[in-house]
């Protein structure tokens, strides 16, 4: 079954420092995410993407944050500048459309410790 | 997106039947049922979606109450690998902008050996 897959699983940084997630979204698929889960809190929203262009973003996703697919099959979660809050596992996701209940597809996450 | 109620947590025991219920009073005509669930240290993986009728499939069945006000996902057999974080989440079936999936706190599942 194909699957999101997600580098790196584990990533350890300094505050301040700027961090680079990456996904491989499930090759069809035109819709991508960025969720983020805290230690022991919900899984929260931060951006979609569609179509080459950020289509909807939370209050969380501030000017620290960017999003790019450079390539057509990468899609990347940078944080500039790193703060200790930033700690915590982030998921992304694709689907190929959202009308009529189409399912998205999680990867496993990345783990960011930022100290 | 329109609000889910479920319990914090839920018990079972490895091989019987459980049921997960979720309460959805304010469900728009246009809003699916999706059921998501989340094992430790894992991401989110889908289990299964519907609208209006019960619906089955290899992992679970999801059967909608005729006013879909509430509804339950059946897991047949419990096994200790279903013990997880279940989330019952609406997603508008029109909605085509690719906006998010809200989760709330879920459910969480443990199966006793």
């Known amino acids: 079954e194909p699957e999101v897959t997600q580098t790196p699983s584990h990533q350890v940084t300094q505050m301040g420092q700027e961090v680079i997630l990456r996904c491989v979204p499930i090759?069809?698929?035109?819709?991508f995410y960025w969720y983020r889960q805290i230690l022991g809190q919900k899984v929260e929203f931060l951006v979609s993407f569609y179509n080459n262009e950020i289509s909807e973003k939370s209050e969380i996703f501030d000017d620290q944050f960017s999003v790019e697919r450079p390539d057509g099959s990468n899609f990347t979660l940078k944080i500039r500048s790193t703060k200790l809050e930033d700690s915590a596992m982030y998921f992304c996701?694709?689907?190929?459309?959202?009308?009529?209940?189409?399912?998205?597809?999680f990867g496993e996450g990345s783990w960011l410790t930022v100290v | 997106d329109a609000k889910t109620t479920q319990p914090n947590s839920m018990e079972s025991n490895e091989e019987e039947p459980v049921h997960l219920p979720c309460n959805h009073s304010?469900?728009?005509?246009?809003?699916?049922i999706h059921w998501y669930r989340q094992l430790p240290s894992q991401g989110p993986e889908y289990v299964i979606h519907g609208l209006t009728s019960n619906v089955n499939n290899r992992m679970a069945s999801l059967a909608i109450a005729e006013d879909r006000k509430s509804s339950t996902l059946i897991l047949h057999r419990a096994t200790l690998r279903d013990a997880a974080v279940y989330y019952c989440i609406l997603r508008d079936g029109e909605e085509t902008s690719g906006s998010r999936l809200t989760f709330g706190e879920g459910t969480q599942l443990t199966v006793n050996p």
């Open positions: 090759s069809n698929h035109l819709y």
């Open positions: 304010t469900i728009s005509g246009t809003d699916y």
């Open positions: 996701a694709s689907t190929f459309w959202l009308a009529n209940g189409n399912t998205i597809y």
